[in-house]
């Protein structure tokens, strides 16, 4: 055991390293080149999006999990958060501790200090060997910063609390919160705080109600800067929702995590079979941002077409 932990903490190291390895000037502007990317609907880049970090080998939403998609040269991280009892912004996809710690109970019961006493769980469900502790946004945030964009999931419901961070930090146009309200409920949302952070709409064009709220974004004098489309089945009007977004100077953002969001064409899939059938086709519908569980195997296949540097 103290072999292998030796080895996971020797594995980290070196992420970390390769990470910082850019050199201070280059990864000073790494994010901010991310950030042109996603404002630039004319590249052909592919964006690659990494969901809850490398959780294949290290804990879901650690920090390890997040450095180590750094190395990789992945451009945005996808985290979750929750709030603590005693309102602490906390990384976690779920309200409840028991799938990913050592205890038992909805995270909203505890302190942030008493969260400590627990440790991360891997994806097989076993405590982590390298007794990692569940991290606050802020420790999140502060490794990210300068190095790789941050979407956080969930952001919106605690959006007051994600500007004031991201405004402390001196990083708010590397954060990305997406939602699925109405664009005049969002902008008097976000109209309430005068900051710089990103915004993208989630939109299942398949869903009778979902027309509507496209069709007021797209009727916008602004065009947004990307939109999440999902889709279990892809259909005519699917395709037509791709088309419109990319038509109005938009970036399209797709995810690869499971097939209800994609119409099949999951990592899993891509495994299985090829990336090029997989990838390649979201690619081929106009992609230009793709939400992924396996990062190294995407970026792999992007870099062969001379889509991702």
């Not at 292998?4 to 790494?30: I, P, Q």
Request: proline letters at 3%; glycine letters at 6%; aromatic letters at 8%.
């Amino acid at each position: 055991m103290k072999v292998l932990r030796f080895l996971l903490v020797a594995v980290v190291a070196a992420f970390t390293l390769a990470a910082c390895d850019c050199g201070s000037a280059k990864c000073d502007k790494r994010a901010a080149k991310i950030v042109e990317e996603i404002r630039n609907p004319q590249s052909k880049n592919v964006l690659v999006i990494c969901h809850r970090g490398d959780w294949r080998n290290f804990p879901e939403n650690s920090i390890p999990a997040i450095e180590s998609v750094i190395a990789m040269g992945a451009d945005i991280v996808e985290l979750d958060i929750a709030l603590t009892k005693d309102s602490v912004l906390v990384l976690s996809h779920d309200r409840s501790i028991d799938r990913c710690t050592t205890g038992r109970g909805a995270v909203s019961d505890y302190t942030y200090e008493e969260l400590q006493k627990f440790y991360l769980k891997t994806a097989h469900g076993i405590r982590c060997s390298l007794d990692l502790k569940m991290p606050t946004l802020r420790e999140a945030m502060e490794v990210c910063k300068d190095r790789i964009v941050i979407n956080i999931d969930k952001g919106y419901n605690h959006y007051d609390l994600v500007v004031a961070m991201a405004e402390e930090l001196g990083m708010p146009e590397q954060v990305l919160i997406k939602g699925s309200g109405s664009l005049s409920d969002i902008r008097q949302k976000m109209g309430q705080f005068d900051s710089k952070l990103l915004f993208m709409p989630v939109i299942s064009p398949s869903n009778a109600s979902n027309k509507a709220l496209m069709d007021e974004y797209l009727a916008d004098s602004e065009p947004q800067l990307a939109y999440e489309i999902c889709w279990n089945e892809y259909t005519p009007v699917v395709e037509d929702a791709m088309k419109r977004v990319i038509a109005d100077g938009s970036k399209l953002w797709v995810n690869s995590l499971w097939n209800s969001l994609c119409g099949g064409l999951s990592d899993d899939v891509a495994w299985v079979t090829s990336a090029e059938e997989v990838y390649g086709k979201l690619v081929d519908m106009g992609a230009t941002m793709i939400q992924t569980d396996r990062p190294e195997y995407l970026l792999e296949y992007l870099r062969s077409r001379g889509l991702h540097d």
